[in-house]
């Protein structure tokens, strides 16, 4: 059982937008900032949002980060095909004193 | 280039233990913390261990702290992991991944392409 709550799954076709939610609590998303990871089948993970909603360099803006209380959303806007990874959020717990992560939203492209 | 590269996987035996490598190259690897992550095949991300840049001090979750270690080599460029007392849970693919500035909140914006930990009799 995951800390932080992430849909299993999400699917949209080439060019819409889909919305990734990640619940927590006041003891991780409440307190600290999010990030979101994406990780290509047998590959590495890989920072796509840092601080709630900023993007590393080299990361497109269709993909952005916002959060509110307790909860973070991503958003992927124009859909591709290459776009088909599973999703993390990822934040600090202060209750468990770690880095904890939802359990990844498979995106599928269809 | 920025980068990690992770060795030391391979089979193990229960009981048994193993020490995992990464190596940094393109960056100033002593001003970093360092952590190491794992994932189970088909399952998510878990936070194994982190390590001040100093070295002087490190992290673990509750479950990890006794059979896990984290050590680094700043003259090396190099951080490991050691893992004691192996169960057949520890198999995984080992990641190591640089840690945020120390002003900032969490996050890890470079990581190694993994090391596979397959533990078996």
């Known amino acids: 059982q995951s800390v932080l709550t992430q849909p299993p799954s999400v699917s949209a076709t080439p060019g819409q937008k889909v919305t990734i939610s990640c619940s927590g609590s006041?003891?991780?998303?409440?307190?600290?900032?999010v990030s979101w990871y994406h990780q290509l089948p047998g590959t590495a993970p890989k920072l796509l949002i840092y601080d709630d909603y900023k993007r590393p360099s080299g990361i497109p803006d269709r993909f952005s980060g916002s959060k509110s209380g307790t909860s973070a959303t991503l958003d992927i806007t124009g859909l591709q095909t290459g776009d088909e990874a599973d999703y993390y959020c990822g934040t600090w717990d202060n209750s468990l004193r770690a880095y904890v992560f939802g359990a990844g939203t498979k995106v599928t492209v269809l | 280039e920025v980068q990690l590269l992770e060795s030391g996987g391979g089979l193990g035996h229960p009981g048994g233990s193993l020490r995992l490598s990464c190596a940094a190259s393109?960056?100033?690897?002593?001003?970093?913390?360092m952590s190491w992550f794992r994932q189970a095949p088909g399952k998510g991300l878990e936070w194994v261990s982190a390590?001040?840049?100093?070295?002087?001090?490190?992290f673990f979750p509750e479950s990890k702290k006794g059979r896990f270690s984290i050590s680094r080599d700043n003259s090396k460029n190099m951080l490991y992991l050691h893992i004691n007392s192996l169960t057949t849970e520890d198999t995984a693919t080992y990641y190591c991944?640089?840690?945020?500035?120390?002003?900032?909140?969490?996050?890890?914006?470079?990581w190694g392409q993994g090391t596979l930990v397959t533990v078996s009799p």
């Open positions: 006041s003891s991780n998303i409440g307190t600290y900032s």
């Open positions: 991944a640089r840690d945020s500035p120390p002003e900032s909140h969490p996050f890890f914006d470079i």
């Open positions: 393109g960056f100033s690897f002593g001003s970093f913390d």
């Open positions: 390590i001040s840049g100093s070295g002087v001090n490190t």
